[in-house]
C-alpha cells in the first residue's frame, strides 16, 4: 500500500531550529514534496526534492534519502509566522501526490 | 483572477441536493486537480484532468464527478450529496501532469446535512 508517516504535531521556540520528519511507502517515486499550509488557508509550495541530498531555499531546507523512503524539512530562525502545518507528499509512479496528513507546528516565543 | 478561484467559499447543503463547486484558473496550466481535506487525515485525489477534454479518477471518485471542457475551468460536481461528503475542497493545478509544483486555490467548505 501507500503509506506517508509525519508527525501529527510539534512545538518549538521562536529563534530556534526545527526538525520535521517524513517517511514514505509508495509504487514509484517522481519527487518528495513539501507544502505549508495556515490554518483555514491553501497549502502553499515550499520544496520539491527528486535526488537525494539537501536543497536549502533561505531559512528552510529539505533533505531527501530514496533508499531509505525519507525526507525531512528543517526550518532555521524560527518565527511566529512559521506556526502552520507542514504537509509532506510524494509523487507515485501516476505522477499523483500521496499526501501525508500533515505535521502542526506550534511556535512558543 | 491572478492565480486559481474556487466558488463558494462556503456553503451548507442538505442530503441528497446536487451541488457543483467551480474551479477557474488563470495561468494556462495543463493539469489541474479536486482533493478533499479532511481533519487527521492528508488530502485525497478526488478526480484529475491532465489537459482539456481529459479527465482521471483519483483515490477517492465515488459520488463525485468532474468535466474539463476548456483549459481554464474545472467544476466538481456532487450529484446527490451525503453528510460523509462534508469536507474542505481545494483544486488545484499544475503546468503539466508531471512533477511540477501544484498550485491551490483557497478552498471551498461544504456542509452536508
Known amino acids: 500500500g501507500q503509506n506517508i508517516d509525519q508527525p501529527t504535531e510539534m512545538t518549538a521556540t521562536e529563534g530556534a531550529i526545527v526538525q520535521i520528519n517524513c517517511t514514505y511507502q509508495t509504487s514509484g517515486f517522481n519527487g518528495l514534496f513539501w507544502y505549508q499550509q495556515h490554518a483555514g488557508e491553501a497549502p502553499t509550495f515550499l520544496s520539491y526534492n527528486v535526488l537525494d541530498g539537501l536543497e536549502e531555499k533561505g531559512r528552510f531546507s529539505s533533505f531527501l534519502s530514496r533508499s531509505k523512503g525519507y525526507s525531512y524539512l528543517l526550518l532555521k530562525e524560527l518565527q511566529m509566522k512559521d506556526s502552520a502545518s507542514y504537509l509532506c507528499?510524494?509523487?507515485?509512479?501516476?505522477?499523483?501526490?500521496?499526501w501525508g496528513a500533515g505535521t502542526k507546528l506550534i511556535i512558543k516565543p | 483572477i491572478a492565480g486559481i478561484t474556487q466558488a463558494p467559499t462556503s456553503q451548507i447543503l442538505a442530503a441528497g441536493r446536487r451541488m457543483t463547486l467551480r474551479c477557474t484558473q488563470d495561468m494556462r496550466h495543463n493539469a489541474m486537480y479536486w482533493y478533499r481535506q479532511d481533519l487527521g487525515l492528508g488530502l485525497r485525489l478526488i478526480h484529475y484532468?491532465?489537459?482539456?477534454?481529459?479527465?482521471g479518477k483519483g483515490e477517492v471518485p465515488d459520488g463525485y464527478s468532474v468535466s474539463r471542457a476548456n483549459t481554464d475551468d474545472f467544476p466538481l460536481t456532487l450529484a446527490s450529496a451525503v453528510p460523509s461528503q462534508t469536507s474542505v475542497y481545494f483544486c488545484?493545478?499544475?503546468?503539466?501532469?508531471?512533477?511540477?509544483?501544484?498550485?491551490f486555490g483557497p478552498g471551498t467548505r461544504l456542509t452536508v446535512l
Open positions: 507528499a510524494n509523487m507515485d509512479s501516476n505522477y499523483q501526490l500521496i
Open positions: 484532468s491532465n489537459t482539456a477534454g481529459t479527465t
Open positions: 488545484a493545478s499544475s503546468a503539466s501532469g508531471d512533477s511540477d509544483e501544484q498550485f
